[in-house]
């Protein structure tokens, strides 16, 4: 019988895929030892310990058909995620493909901010509650009031506002602005409130790994942020 010392079938398959040296494969003990096996490297392990078995205490035919339900488990799993990767891109094709119409429109976002759109100003002040008086401004960059308008009475809610992009001379106004809102209610108190702008949506990212996202004049959104489409 041959001096060759044998490793029983389990503990052989730990040793090769723990990255232990033997000398009977040198190639797997060169292999990163955290890479993941793939069915390949599992049937080349079950046929190694085959070959190099005790023959006097061969593999059990219980411990075998062990070893062979665990490789069609693992080509199970491979094939498994081969679909959910498929499955996975068509999903993200689909998202893409939706947004993606939303390109060259404009949209309303959270902002106290206003873009030109073809030279406009707009967008929306939500009351928490009703108001007494409401008045709306925009200012430039150098803090000037550009626009300004009272609104009045107004219940709770979206009040609309949109300006020409024309100051009183005008002369068309240049963006960004920023929006300033005065609401206050029967008691002179201040009304809460939140200010919502329209912005042009110039283009959809929509990476491999990760949420799609909409490029805008003001800024990167993710789709749900987008509340309006027009």
């Known amino acids: 019988m041959s001096s060759t010392s044998s490793v029983s079938g389990q503990s052989y398959i730990n040793q090769l895929s723990s990255g232990s040296s033997t000398s009977s494969n040198s190639t797997s003990s060169s292999k990163d030892p955290t890479a993941a096996l793939s069915s ?5 392990l079950l046929t190694t310990q085959l070959k190099y078995q005790d023959p006097d205490s061969p593999v059990d035919n ?6 062979m339900a665990q490789f069609s488990s693992v080509a199970g799993i491979n094939q498994l995620n081969t679909t959910v990767s498929s499955i996975q891109s068509d999903v993200s094709n689909s998202r893409l493909g939706n947004v993606s119409n939303w390109i060259g429109k404009a949209g309303l976002v ?10 406009t100003f707009a967008g929306q002040v939500k009351l928490d509650s009703a108001a007494s008086d409401v008045k709306i ?14 609104y009045g009475s107004q219940s709770a809610g979206d009040v609309s506002f949109s300006f020409s992009g024309n100051d009183s001379s005008g002369n068309a ?4 602005l920023t929006v300033k809102v005065n609401a206050t209610n029967s008691s002179g108190g201040s009304v809460s409130n939140s200010t919502s702008t329209w912005t042009m949506i110039d283009a959809v990212n929509s ?9 805008t004049s003001l800024g990167t959104y993710d789709p749900s942020d987008i509340t309006s489409i027009s």
């Open 110 to 119: 959270s902002s106290n901010i206003a873009t030109s759109i073809d030279g």
């Open 40 to 44: 390949t490297d599992f049937l080349t």
């Open 207 to 215: 990476p491999a790994s990760g949420t799609t996202q909409i490029v």
């Open 62 to 67: 219980t411990q075998m058909a062990a070893q």
């Open 173 to 176: 106004v240049s963006g960004p």
């Open 137 to 150: 401004s925009l200012a430039d960059s150098a803090g000037k009031v550009v626009y300004s308008k009272d």
